[in-house]
C-alpha cells in the first residue's frame, strides 16, 4: 500500500520488544504475513543451534572470536549479551535492504533496540505490553514450551523489562489480539510517511513545481 510511486522510499526499520510471553512472535509473524514487504535479518550468535535451525537460515552461528572480531571491525548495528551468548545484527545487509526499499522487522532484545535508535532514527520502536501480571503468566504457562523454573525467571525479568518500556515511542497493550494487530499495523503505515523515508520528496515538488501541468 504505497502513496505513490513516483518517490519510493527507503526501507522502514521496526523494531518489536516485550517481556517473554506477551504476544510478540504471534503478533510479529501475523504482521509478516499480511505485510510483504519485510526482509529477513538474520543475526550472528555465537549460541550452538537448537533443534532443526540451520547456519543461515535461523541464524549465522559464529565462534565467539569471529564475533569479538567482526565487533571491533564495527561490522556490527548492534549486538548484546543474552543469557551469556552474543548476538549481533550486521550493518551491511540491513543498508542494502532498506536501499532497496525492503522494510526489515527485527526480534531483538532491549538493549539491541536501544542502539539501533541510535543508528537509525527514522525507525519504528515498539514496545508490546501484558494486559497485567496475572494474564503474562497464564500466556507463559499455556504456551507450553517453558519448564516451571524457566517460567519463575521469565515472570522475576518482567518486571526489570517493563522499567524499560518508556525507551520506546509506542506502547501496545496486547489483551484482545485483533485490536493490538490492528494498531501494529497503523504503527508500520504511520512508519512508512516518515519525512527520513524520502528526504529528497518535497524538494523535488518544490523544484518541479511551476513546471507540473
Ligand atoms: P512471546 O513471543 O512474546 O514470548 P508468544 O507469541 O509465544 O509470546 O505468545 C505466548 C502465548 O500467549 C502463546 O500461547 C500465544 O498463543 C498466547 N497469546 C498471544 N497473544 C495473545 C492474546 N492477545 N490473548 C491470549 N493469548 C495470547
Ligand atoms: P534465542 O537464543 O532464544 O534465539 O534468542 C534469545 C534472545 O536473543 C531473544 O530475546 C532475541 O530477541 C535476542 N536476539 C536474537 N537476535 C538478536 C540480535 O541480533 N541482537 C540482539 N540484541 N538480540 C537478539
Redesign the pocket.
Known amino acids: 500500500m504505497e502513496d505513490t510511486e513516483k518517490y519510493p522510499r527507503q526501507g522502514l526499520i521496526m523494531v518489536v520488544c ?1 517481556p ?7 503478533l510479529i509473524s501475523r504482521l509478516r504475513e499480511e505485510i510483504s514487504n519485510f526482509g529477513f535479518s538474520i543475526s550472528y550468535t555465537t549460541r550452538a543451534p537448537r533443534g532443526q535451525e540451520r547456519d543461515g537460515r535461523e541464524y549465522h552461528f559464529v565462534s565467539r572470536d569471529k564475533f569479538i572480531a567482526m565487533r571491533s571491525r564495527g561490522e556490527f548495528a548492534e549486538w548484546a549479551e543474552v543469557h551469556g551468548n552474543f548476538y549481533g545484527t550486521a550493518i551491511k545487509p540491513i543498508h542494502d535492504m532498506l536501499g532497496e526499499g525492503k522494510d526489515i522487522l527485527f526480534d531483538i532484545d532491549v538493549q539491541g533496540a536501544l542502539q539501533l535508535r541510535k543508528a537509525f532514527p527514522n525507525g519504528v520502536f515498539v514496545y508490546l505490553l501484558p494486559p497485567s501480571k496475572v494474564e503474562l503468566e497464564r ?1 507463559l504457562r ?2 507450553g514450551t517453558d519448564s516451571e523454573e524457566t517460567i519463575v525467571k521469565r515472570m522475576d525479568n518482567a518486571l526489570g523489562e517493563l522499567k524499560q518500556a518508556h525507551e520506546f515511542d509506542y506502547w501496545i497493550v ?4 485483533g485490536v ?1 494487530f490492528e494498531q501494529l499495523k497503523a504503527v508500520y503505515y504511520a512508519g512508512c510517511t516518515k519525512p527520513g523515508l524520502r528526504p529528497e520528496m518535497v524538494a523535488d515538488m518544490i523544484n518541479t513545481w511551476r513546471d507540473d501541468v
Open positions: 516485550a517473554s510471553g506477551t504476544g510478540k512472535s504471534t500466556r499455556g504456551r496486547n489483551d484482545d489480539l493490538a
